[in-house]
């Protein structure tokens, strides 16, 4: 499979997402965009159902989700069984996501975070594997 990254927002996320679009597209990412597609009110949970189903269904590598704190987003993705969305906030949290719990959803708190510190997130994300090892019985403990 292409390197095809599922990114989703709500409308507090919209904006950012339409640079980390931009970002994606410029690193050589194939985007596949769940919405919203304005700064119109929109429901987070319908996004972020949408990339959860994509990432779960294997027809993309990883997601992205943005909403104005990653709460609501990151909960919402998190009830698919074998989602392990990540809230991050700078780069070192998400490759610790990557590394340590196998994220496979990066959710960025688009009201409190910079478009640079949005795309350090992601470079690391991506740059980083799971490490397996310990690691890999707890995260097995994840889904119920």
């Known amino acids: 499979m292409t ?14 997402k339409e640079a980390i679009i931009g970002f994606l597209e410029q ?3 194939k985007v ?3 919405g919203c597609y304005s700064e119109e009110r929109a429901d987070y ?13 294997q027809t993309v590598n990883w997601g992205i ?6 709460n609501g987003i990151a909960m919402s993705a998190n009830k698919h069984k074998g989602i392990r969305a990540a809230l ?12 340590h719990n196998d994220a496979n959803i990066l959710v ?14 992601i470079k690391a ?15 097995n403990k994840i889904d119920l």
């Not at 996004?47 to 779960?56: G, P, Q």
């Not at 989700?65 to 990653?70: A, I, M, P, V």
């Not at 994300?125 to 995260?139: M, N, Q, Y």
């Open 65 to 70: 989700l943005l909403c104005g704190s990653g």
């Open 27 to 29: 690193q050589g990412y």
């Open 45 to 57: 949970p319908d996004f972020a159902h949408e990339v959860a189903k994509s990432v779960v269904d």
């Open 3 to 16: 390197n095809i990254i599922a990114i989703g927002s709500d409308h507090a996320g919209f904006l950012l």
């Open 108 to 121: 960025l708190p688009a009201r409190f975070i910079s478009k640079e510190e949005a795309f350090s997130c």
């Open 88 to 99: 991050c906030w700078n780069s070192e949290i998400a490759s610790l996501a990557r590394q």
């Open 125 to 139: 994300f991506a740059a980083t594997t799971f490490e397996g090892g310990r690691h890999l019985d707890r995260v």
């Open 32 to 34: 596949s965009n769940k």
